[in-house]
């Protein structure tokens, strides 16, 4: 459906004539900023248009309050500050608004009061600054400051050495690039991930971090170039070819079978790793031991668990398969301060179990993982 067939939706119910739904759709086109994209498809538009778009969809409803529900959620510097705008206009026309949100920047720009849950209760309520400081929600919530750069000691990782003295590289591509139908999304990208190496991989939202992702697991075909891991060809593989080859792909949300319990995911994540010799039952015990949470959860349904311990199962799955790669496609995405903490800690500690790994992400890596190589990548 087109951006205006969207909203046509929501409008059919509250507007009764052709002429007053026109009138309330492109009054509201306007103010989202969509006008001069009303006739393209919604799935063709970027993530900032998408979320301009769910917010147009709910004014057309004419709300006296609106919900938002985690609206930056992916969205990253000037991103978040036009979000930022078009909501502080919205409630300048009078409409109430509840936010359900992680973004620290856009709460502090437009909440005037803050009610914090944990498990369930209202842990704490105040206006922004008084939340900031307040111990229990840096201690449940915000996390401590063990992420703030410590200062740097040593030389920058540079990957295991090889017999001879030579770095290894675990992945290559070379001249990589990726079409949709006549629109180039990769185009002739070069680059190595060295053996235990940690490579963040910079960009902008709609760059091609997540084809490139997707074309190193296998899962859209390449135009042109080369994808080799420990040397070997993978371009013409399948996905579960890659899979057992050692290439281990960590979903943007994270993708669960979420009637499945925890541990049922788990398991699912070793059905394609012929290649290890870990007894399945050390693997469950790593990543315990990575995840204490899971231990309890287990049996627990994966829909129920909260964002950041579903972030965990996803990862944990990926470790599953004892891969020689993974790749963690927006890691961190609408995941609390003291959770991403939490998830960046346990990425710190693949290295140990010989894992090399790649992240695509709108905004830099976690402090608290050192020695990073990040290459940026443009559209």
Known sequence: ?????????????????????????????????????????AGSLGLLDLKRLEVARALSLRPRLLLLDEVAAGLVGVEVQEVTQLIASVQQQGVTILLVEH??????????????????????????????????????????????????????????PAPDGARRAVLRLDDVSVDYGKLRAVQAVDFEVYDGEVVALLGANGAGKSTLAWAMAGLVPLRGGQVRLDGS???????????????????????????????????????????SATPLKTRLARIYQLFPVLVERQTTRAGRLSGGQQQMVAIGRALMADPRLIIFDELSLGLVPQAIDRIYEAIGQLRAWGVSARRPARGPPQSSIRRVRIVVYAA
């Open 233 to 275: 060809d993978m371009t013409r593989l399948p996905p579960h070819q890659r899979a057992r080859q050692g290439i281990a792909l960590c979903h943007e949300g994270r993708r669960l079978f979420t009637q499945l319990t925890v541990r049922e995911n788990l398991e699912l994540g070793a059905a394609y790793a012929s290649r």
């Open 103 to 160: 973004v620290q920047a856009l709460i502090q720009a437009l909440a005037t009061r803050v009610i914090v849950l944990d498990q369930g209760r209202t842990l704490a309520e105040g206006t922004p600054p008084e939340i900031a400081r307040d111990p229990r929600v840096v201690a449940v919530y915000l996390g401590t400051e063990k992420s703030t750069p410590a200062p740097a000691t040593g030389a920058p990782f540079q990957g295991a």
């Open 1 to 41: 459906m087109t951006v205006r067939q969207n909203l046509l939706v929501a409008a059919h119910s509250i507007a009764g004539h052709r002429a007053q739904r026109d009138d309330l759709i492109r009054q509201v086109l306007e103010r989202c900023d969509l006008l001069d994209k009303s006739e393209r498809l």
